[in-house]
Structures are given as C-alpha cells and as structure tokens.
C-alpha cells in the first residue's frame, strides 16, 4: 500500500471549514483514498473514501487531484466535537489481506471555539 | 445495534500471565482484525481473519495468538505478557467485498498494562 503525509497538526476555527491535505504521490491505480477519524480515546471511525471521482456524505467531502497524487479532507462547517486525528490511508479495497489498513500518524485537527 | 464490542476495557496484568481479549460484532462481517496502538503513533495489525475457522498474521503477530471459533467472535491471547505488549487494542470487522460496503468498524479499545 502507498504512503501518506500529512501534516501533524492544524486549528480551525468553529463553524469555518476544515480542509485537512493529504499527499499520496505513490498511489497505484487501483488504490483508494480512505479517511479516518480517531476522537481521543476511541477507536477510529470511518469518514469517506474515494478512487478518482469527488465524494461527499453527510460526514464529509473528498477532492481527489487529477493525477491522484494527493487529497483533501474538507469537513465543511467544523465543531468542538470533530477535534481528533484524521488519518489519510491509500489502500486496494478487495477482499484478503488487502483489506488491512496501514495508519500513519495522522493530523491533530484542533477546532478552537 | 452493539456494532464491535470489546471485553474487557481495562485489564493489569503482571509480566508472564496470560489472557485473552474478547470481540463481538453483531453485523455479520466475513473479516475480523485485532490492532494495537502505542502513544502518539497510528495502529498496527496484529493478526486478522477472513472467515470463521481461518485466521492469518499482520504487522506484528509475535506474542499473541487467535481464534475464529465463531463468526461473531475474535479473541487475541496472550500466553506470557511482557512490558512491550503493555498498549491499547482495538478490535474491528468488515464486510467481505463491494468497494461502497468496505469500511471497517472499530471497537471502543481495550487497555492492557503488564507490569
């Protein structure tokens, strides 16, 4: 699977959108982008993935780069309770022991009220 | 809807006993995975298993053991526990296929402290 950077840490202000980069420059093909969320002392929650196309759900939204080299997070009018670290994994999502999710160590969101 | 569910959440242990980490998931998942995280660093995967009755090894399997007896279940043993496995471990499962379906569900954690 391919690595990710991210930043380690960002701020953002309550109510304004949240944009958390990501860089992939090794991504394969056939990799997808997924994002996670870990709120302190919990396990991590899915947010939103995507392969090519932007996505959005109620969550979130994902803007993919054309060349796939890298991605953003925008959570879109953030609040007290979406301060976690977000990680950015690329992974093969099929079946088997691709579908293990390598974690890097993620961005510190910290909204600030 | 318990969703994963992790037993027990806190647990001491002295170096060289043994235990066994419980998981339950309730939305029929085909694949089950037991990660553990350090402080300040992302998770890591200890073993993982695609159906009941199979299991298989991830990043660092040494020092723990698992069984699939039952599809709902995971458990992760530890047979002699040492300092370095003192951590938080996190259970998970997932759908088999289907890109839309294949996001994984984490528990709560369990925190071991070997002493």
């Known amino acids: 699977d391919a690595k990710t950077t991210q930043p380690p840490s960002m701020d953002c202000a309550e109510g304004r959108a949240a944009n958390l980069p990501c860089n992939h420059s090794?991504?394969?093909?056939?990799?997808?982008v997924y994002w996670y969320r870990q709120i302190h002392s919990q396990g991590p929650q899915y947010i939103i993935h995507g392969l090519k196309n932007n996505e959005t759900n109620e969550m979130a939204s994902l803007i993919i780069t054309e060349d796939r080299k890298s991605s953003t997070l925008i959570l879109p009018h953030a609040t007290l309770r979406d301060t976690a670290v977000y990680y950015c994994?690329?992974?093969?999502?099929?079946?088997?022991?691709?579908?293990?999710?390598?974690f890097g160590t993620g961005t510190l969101l910290a909204v600030q009220p | 809807n318990a969703g994963v569910t992790q037993t027990p959440k806190f647990r001491v242990l002295k170096t060289g006993q043994s235990m066994t980490l419980l998981c339950a998931q309730d939305?029929?998942?085909?694949?089950m995975y037991w990660y553990r995280q350090d402080p300040g660093m992302g998770l890591r995967l200890i073993h993982y298993s695609v159906g009941e009755g199979t299991t298989a090894k991830g990043e660092v399997p040494d020092g723990y053991n698992v069984s699939r007896l039952k599809k709902q279940n995971f458990l992760l043993g530890l047979e002699s526990a040492a300092p370095s496995q003192t951590s938080v471990y996190f259970c998970?499962?997932?759908?088999?296929?289907?890109?839309?379906?294949?996001?994984?569900?984490f528990g709560e954690g369990s925190w071991l402290t070997v002493v």
């Open positions: 090794t991504i394969s093909g056939n990799e997808y």
């Open positions: 998970a499962s997932s759908h088999r296929d289907e890109v839309t379906r294949n996001t994984i569900y």
């Open positions: 939305m029929n998942h085909e694949y």
């Open positions: 994994i690329v992974r093969v999502a099929i079946g088997g022991a691709t579908n293990k999710l390598i």
